[in-house]
Protein backbone atom coordinates (compact mmCIF):
# COMPACT_ATOMS: atom_id res chain seq x y z
CA UNK A 1 0.00 0.00 0.00
CA UNK A 2 1.34 3.12 -1.09
CA UNK A 3 0.47 6.27 1.15
CA UNK A 4 1.32 10.07 0.98
CA UNK A 5 2.40 11.86 3.84
CA UNK A 6 4.02 15.21 5.06
CA UNK A 7 7.65 14.74 5.86
CA UNK A 8 6.58 16.29 9.41
CA UNK A 9 4.95 13.23 10.24
CA UNK A 10 7.59 10.87 8.95
CA UNK A 11 10.43 12.44 11.18
CA UNK A 12 10.93 13.19 14.75
CA UNK A 13 13.12 16.13 14.14
CA UNK A 14 14.06 18.83 11.34
CA UNK A 15 16.68 21.25 12.92
CA UNK A 16 19.62 23.22 11.57
CA UNK A 17 23.28 22.48 11.05
CA UNK A 18 25.65 23.63 14.12
CA UNK A 19 26.87 27.68 13.19
CA UNK A 20 29.88 28.67 13.53
CA UNK A 21 31.06 32.05 14.26
CA UNK A 22 34.07 31.79 12.28
CA UNK A 23 35.79 29.53 9.76
CA UNK A 24 35.97 25.99 10.93
CA UNK A 25 39.45 25.36 11.52
CA UNK A 26 41.09 22.02 13.09
CA UNK A 27 41.34 22.31 16.76
CA UNK A 28 44.19 20.47 18.62
CA UNK A 29 42.84 17.29 20.79
CA UNK A 30 39.39 18.01 18.73
CA UNK A 31 37.47 14.41 19.07
CA UNK A 32 34.08 16.40 17.39
CA UNK A 33 34.01 15.69 13.24
CA UNK A 34 32.65 18.11 11.09
CA UNK A 35 30.78 17.74 8.11
CA UNK A 36 30.81 20.71 5.31
CA UNK A 37 29.90 20.65 1.91
CA UNK A 38 33.76 20.30 1.07
CA UNK A 39 33.36 16.67 2.80
CA UNK A 40 30.88 15.49 0.11
CA UNK A 41 31.79 13.39 -2.66
CA UNK A 42 30.66 11.73 -5.88
CA UNK A 43 28.16 14.13 -6.55
CA UNK A 44 27.08 14.50 -3.08
CA UNK A 45 25.99 11.58 -2.54
CA UNK A 46 29.39 10.36 -0.07
CA UNK A 47 30.60 11.66 3.06
CA UNK A 48 34.31 11.69 2.92
CA UNK A 49 35.39 10.54 6.32
CA UNK A 50 39.21 10.91 6.01
CA UNK A 51 38.80 14.95 5.46
CA UNK A 52 36.21 15.76 8.04
CA UNK A 53 37.69 18.60 10.42
CA UNK A 54 37.51 18.03 14.11
CA UNK A 55 36.92 20.60 16.73
CA UNK A 56 36.43 20.36 20.86
CA UNK A 57 33.06 19.48 21.83
CA UNK A 58 32.77 21.16 24.91
CA UNK A 59 30.90 24.18 23.77
CA UNK A 60 28.63 21.75 21.54
CA UNK A 61 25.16 20.54 22.89
CA UNK A 62 25.04 17.12 22.45
CA UNK A 63 21.66 17.14 20.93
CA UNK A 64 23.38 18.36 17.97
CA UNK A 65 25.38 15.27 17.26
CA UNK A 66 24.49 12.96 14.66
CA UNK A 67 22.84 9.69 14.45
CA UNK A 68 23.46 6.96 12.37
CA UNK A 69 20.41 7.29 10.07
CA UNK A 70 20.17 11.25 10.27
CA UNK A 71 20.20 12.67 6.56
CA UNK A 72 21.79 15.51 5.90
CA UNK A 73 20.23 17.74 3.52
CA UNK A 74 21.99 20.49 1.41
CA UNK A 75 19.84 24.09 2.33
CA UNK A 76 22.22 26.84 0.86
CA UNK A 77 23.36 26.57 -3.10
CA UNK A 78 22.20 25.38 -6.02
CA UNK A 79 22.48 21.52 -5.19
CA UNK A 80 19.49 20.61 -2.26
CA UNK A 81 20.67 17.47 -1.97
CA UNK A 82 19.87 14.93 0.73
CA UNK A 83 22.29 12.18 1.99
CA UNK A 84 21.88 9.55 4.78
CA UNK A 85 24.52 10.17 7.80
CA UNK A 86 25.73 6.35 8.04
CA UNK A 87 29.61 6.71 9.33
CA UNK A 88 30.41 4.95 12.96
CA UNK A 89 31.39 8.17 14.43
CA UNK A 90 31.00 8.53 18.45
CA UNK A 91 30.71 12.39 17.99
CA UNK A 92 30.11 14.43 14.67
CA UNK A 93 28.47 17.38 13.42
CA UNK A 94 26.87 19.01 10.35
CA UNK A 95 27.86 22.75 9.62
CA UNK A 96 24.92 24.92 9.22
CA UNK A 97 25.00 24.46 5.53
CA UNK A 98 22.69 21.64 6.30
CA UNK A 99 19.52 20.53 7.78
CA UNK A 100 19.72 17.61 9.49
CA UNK A 101 16.69 15.43 9.25
CA UNK A 102 16.00 12.51 12.22
CA UNK A 103 13.97 10.04 10.28
CA UNK A 104 11.01 7.63 12.62
CA UNK A 105 12.19 4.30 11.27
CA UNK A 106 8.92 2.96 12.41
CA UNK A 107 7.88 5.28 9.60
CA UNK A 108 10.27 5.66 6.59
CA UNK A 109 13.25 4.10 5.78
CA UNK A 110 15.84 6.76 6.20
CA UNK A 111 17.86 5.64 2.92
CA UNK A 112 14.28 5.95 0.87
CA UNK A 113 13.40 9.57 2.52
CA UNK A 114 17.23 10.51 1.24
CA UNK A 115 16.07 8.67 -2.16
CA UNK A 116 13.12 10.33 -2.60
CA UNK A 117 13.82 13.94 -1.60
CA UNK A 118 16.70 13.76 -4.34
CA UNK A 119 13.99 13.24 -6.77
CA UNK A 120 13.44 15.69 -9.97
CA UNK A 121 9.82 16.41 -9.10
CA UNK A 122 10.78 17.27 -5.53
CA UNK A 123 14.24 19.16 -6.66
CA UNK A 124 12.03 21.33 -8.86
CA UNK A 125 9.91 22.07 -5.81
CA UNK A 126 13.03 23.31 -3.39
CA UNK A 127 14.12 25.30 -6.98
CA UNK A 128 10.59 27.01 -7.32
CA UNK A 129 10.69 27.76 -3.65
CA UNK A 130 14.28 28.76 -2.42
CA UNK A 131 15.27 32.29 -1.62
CA UNK A 132 17.89 34.23 -2.32
CA UNK A 133 19.16 35.82 -5.39
CA UNK A 134 22.86 35.52 -5.58
CA UNK A 135 23.17 32.20 -3.16
CA UNK A 136 19.93 30.13 -3.11
CA UNK A 137 18.46 28.73 0.22
CA UNK A 138 15.88 26.44 1.05
CA UNK A 139 14.21 27.66 4.46
CA UNK A 140 13.22 25.35 7.07
CA UNK A 141 9.57 25.81 6.35
CA UNK A 142 9.86 24.84 2.45
CA UNK A 143 11.07 21.78 3.71
CA UNK A 144 8.56 21.44 6.07
CA UNK A 145 5.84 21.32 3.14
CA UNK A 146 6.94 18.66 1.38
CA UNK A 147 4.65 15.54 1.19
CA UNK A 148 6.19 11.98 0.80
CA UNK A 149 5.36 9.02 -1.56
CA UNK A 150 5.39 6.07 1.13
CA UNK A 151 5.58 2.73 -0.57
CA UNK A 152 6.13 -0.67 1.68
CA UNK A 153 8.78 -1.20 3.73
CA UNK A 154 10.12 -4.15 1.61
CA UNK A 155 9.72 -1.65 -1.40
CA UNK A 156 11.33 1.24 0.48
CA UNK A 157 14.77 -1.31 0.93
CA UNK A 158 14.57 -1.81 -2.53
CA UNK A 159 14.78 1.06 -3.70
CA UNK A 160 17.44 1.59 -1.75
CA UNK A 161 19.00 -1.13 -2.35
CA UNK A 162 19.00 -0.63 -6.66
CA UNK A 163 19.86 3.40 -5.75
CA UNK A 164 23.42 2.51 -4.00
CA UNK A 165 24.03 -0.09 -7.20
CA UNK A 166 23.32 2.82 -9.35
CA UNK A 167 25.74 5.14 -7.71
CA UNK A 168 28.38 2.66 -7.21
CA UNK A 169 27.85 1.67 -11.01
CA UNK A 170 28.37 5.50 -11.60
CA UNK A 171 31.15 5.89 -9.28
CA UNK A 172 32.80 2.77 -11.68
CA UNK A 173 32.05 4.65 -15.13
CA UNK A 174 33.55 7.86 -13.88
CA UNK A 175 36.62 6.26 -13.61
CA UNK A 176 36.86 4.21 -16.17
CA UNK A 177 35.88 7.53 -18.33
CA UNK A 178 38.99 9.21 -16.45
CA UNK A 179 41.06 6.14 -17.01
CA UNK A 180 40.45 6.26 -21.11
CA UNK A 181 40.73 10.10 -20.98
CA UNK A 182 44.29 9.80 -20.05
CA UNK A 183 45.08 6.53 -22.07
CA UNK A 184 43.79 8.60 -25.13
CA UNK A 185 45.86 11.86 -24.34
CA UNK A 186 49.28 10.17 -23.53
CA UNK A 187 48.71 8.33 -27.01
CA UNK A 188 48.08 11.32 -28.52
CA UNK A 189 50.93 13.10 -27.23
CA UNK A 190 53.18 10.60 -28.33
CA UNK A 191 52.44 11.07 -31.72
CA UNK A 192 52.72 15.00 -31.39
CA UNK A 193 55.82 14.26 -29.48
CA UNK A 194 57.36 12.17 -32.40
CA UNK A 195 56.51 14.04 -35.18
Known sequence: MVTKRNIKTVVSSIFSGYSFRKRVT???GGELRVIQMKDLSNRYSAIKADTLTTVLS??????????PGDILFIAKGAHNFAIVFELNLPKAIASSAFFVLR???EKIVPGYLAWYLNQSAVQQFFLNNASGSHMPNVAKT?????????????????????DKLVKK???L??????????VVTQALMKIVETK
Open 58 to 67: RKINPSSFLQ
Open 26 to 28: PEP
Open 173 to 182: LRKIMQKKQR
Open 103 to 105: PDP
Open 169 to 171: EEL
Open 142 to 162: TLERVTVIIPSEDIQHKIVSI
